[in-house]
């Protein structure tokens, strides 16, 4: 079984008491909302490392692209 850890978030009252009106299991609910930002923010950090290998690459010539993939099927 995984190692759980607990955290503690502070709501106001009047906020609380909504929260009881809704049928919700909000501790899976902010698990799940914390773990989408932290997947949305390992997406950022791969885009922005995609990005900078992009300018330190040279583009590659299309007919350069072409020649590769026919001497691959050749040499089936």
């Known amino acids: 079984m995984e190692h759980t850890s607990v955290i503690t978030v502070k709501v106001p009252g009047e906020l609380k008491k909504k929260m009881k009106q809704v049928k919700v299991n909000w501790s899976q609910y902010i698990r799940e909302c914390v773990q989408n930002k932290i997947q949305q923010q390992d997406m ?28 691959d099927r050749d040499s089936r």
Not at 47 to 52: I, N
Not at 56 to 65: I, S
Request: proline fraction near 7%; charged fraction near 35%.
């Open 44 to 71: 950022v950090e791969a885009s922005a490392m995609l990005d900078e290998i992009r300018k330190r690459t040279k583009p590659t010539p299309t007919a350069e692209v072409v020649s590769w993939i026919r001497e």
